[in-house]
């Protein structure tokens, strides 16, 4: 994995002593969609901030590209666009003219034909000459994403993007999200929804109190989601597990009332059926049977509740 | 360097001057008319002379500067306090852009500006007074300089202020006093001795004079004094706004 954006050790503490980033490590690949997912006040948009050069580290670094963001801050920041999560819009401003801000801000010469391709992408050609301010807040998020695409970044980030928008622009967006992916950019999101991460996100980070908790491929998420798990609940309790039924890697109860057995769904057999056989086999006797599925969710409640 | 940024802050400034021109213009244009017709014609006809040069004339520097100072300061602060008030200001603090860059940007636009009413003025000034300009290359240098310096503290108190009252205060509790103690009006030798000394702490007698000097050759203080209280003023402007980048003073957390 080639990094494009490596953190190290990132440490924010705020003017009144609040620590809002407790040491985070994070490497994002070049072209990934990266989500992260974390509760109100967990870092999310401190770490996109620190990142971006609104607000400065306390300790620690960060390289977008291999240039430090502190000491090379002019080619580190000319690859990164962002979308904040507040909707910060001069109101008298035309579309085009703040987008074309933008571009000239970030040190490209203008270019008309690149920012209608832009307004077009993101379904803005009918409203180019409008005032922002008589734009729906919906449309607004999309001349945010549309000044933040202006200057052609490698790494885009886009903190709560789906934020007070409907379905139907929700989709729009990650529409938008897979072509920006398809032509090599690389997008780190945040979001509270975990659909949102499901549908568009190839790793997936967990954010919380200013901690990254865990930072996983979706796809192994998915798979560990893949997997079910059946508790048996026992008439005896049971002192240890049989050895007759010691290859179901079982897991026994402290107080041997019940054992639980994890399978995956997506396995060509689950072995359920002979589980239960063997179960009579060694004499053990079932009062009921429960199977339970994790989630995304569960993971993420599970590790957030944790703290 | 980052040109474009530059180019680009400054043409969306100068684009918010064109839309507001009428206001821009108008009531600077209009109030200095109203001066020149009550001081210079109502009251400057039971004045004689002061240091050689009729009332009338007289004020025509003093008014310029009065103009340009409030304006350049109005105008600079305005202009950073604005993004800072509708959070767009993330986008100067991402953007690849240097203090240098946003300051010549920023207060490019607005010296412009100021510069663009002080030219207005003086014209509007010939329809009223017959004046003469002794040195017009000087004239114009300070008129740029002050625009420029001015541009830089409006920069400073638009960083500074944290609400739309704050952002007028300074230019009416600070500036218009200093303005109009400054000898727009009179010529400070003609004050008691004791405030003419207290006056030199003042740093806009040395402006209003210096000005003052470029049109009929006669200074309350020498033109030397002048050029160093503006220089050491610029100076000291541009190491404040410096130091407010290096620290994130009031912009970055
Ligand atoms: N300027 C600031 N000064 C002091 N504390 C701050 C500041 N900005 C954020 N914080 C604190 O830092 C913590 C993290 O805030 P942050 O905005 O990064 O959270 P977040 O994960 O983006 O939350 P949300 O999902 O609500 O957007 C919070 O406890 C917040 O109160
Ligand atoms: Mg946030």
Known sequence: MTAI?????????????????????????????????????????????????????????????????????????????????????????????????????????????????????????????????????????????????????????????????????????????????????????????????????????????????????????????????????????????????????????????????????????????????????????MKDLQTQQSSLEDIFVGLVKEE | MNLNAVKTIYVHEMRRFQRTIMQSLVSPVLSTSLYFVVFGAAIGSRIDQVEGVSYGAFIVPGLIMLSVMTQATSNASFGIYFPKFTGTIYELLSAPVSFLEIVAGYVGAAATKALFIGIIILVTAFFFIDIQIAHPFAMLALLVLTCISFSLLGFIIGIWAGNFEQLQLIPLLVITPLVFLGGSFYSITMLPPVWQAITLFNPVVYLISGFRWSFFGVADVSIGMSMLAITVFTTGCLAFIWWIFRTGWRIRQ
């Open chain 1, 5 to 285: 954006v490596s953190v190290k050790n990132l440490r924010k503490s705020y003017a009144g002593g609040f620590e809002a980033l407790k040491s985070v490590n994070l490497e994002i690949a070049e072209g990934e969609i990266l989500a992260l997912l974390g509760p109100n006040g967990a870092g999310k948009t401190t770490l996109i901030s620190t990142i971006c050069g609104i607000t400065s580290p306390t300790s620690g670094t960060v390289t977008v590209g291999g240039h430090d963001t502190q000491k090379d801050y002019r080619a580190a920041r000319a690859m990164i666009g962002l979308v904040p999560q507040e909707i910060s819009l001069e109101p008298f401003e035309t579309v085009r003219a703040s987008v074309q801000f933008s571009r000239g801000l970030f040190g490209k010469p203008r270019d008309d034909g690149k920012v209608d391709e832009i307004l077009a992408q993101l379904s803005l050609d009918d409203k180019k000459d409008r005032k922002i301010m008589t734009l729906s807040g919906g449309m607004k998020r999309r001349v945010l994403i549309a000044k933040a695409l202006a200057h052609e970044p490698r790494v885009l980030f886009l903190d709560e993007p789906s934020a007070g928008v409907d379905v139907e622009l929700r989709k729009d967006m990650w529409a938008v999200v897979a072509g920006l992916k398809a032509s090599g950019v690389t997008i780190i999101l945040t979001t509270h929804y975990i659909e949102e991460a499901e549908a568009i996100a190839d790793r997936v980070g967990i954010i919380a109190k200013g901690e990254i908790l865990l930072i996983q491929d979706k796809a192994e998420l998915m798979a560990q989601m893949g997997k079910k798990q059946l508790r048996i609940d026992l008439a005896a309790p049971a002192a240890e597990i049989p050895a007759a039924l010691a290859k179901y890697a079982l897991h026994r109860a402290p107080d041997g009332q019940s054992l639980t057995y994890t399978y995956d769904t997506k396995g060509p057999r689950t072995g359920i059926t002979t589980l239960l056989n063997d179960l009579q086999n060694a004499g053990l006797q």
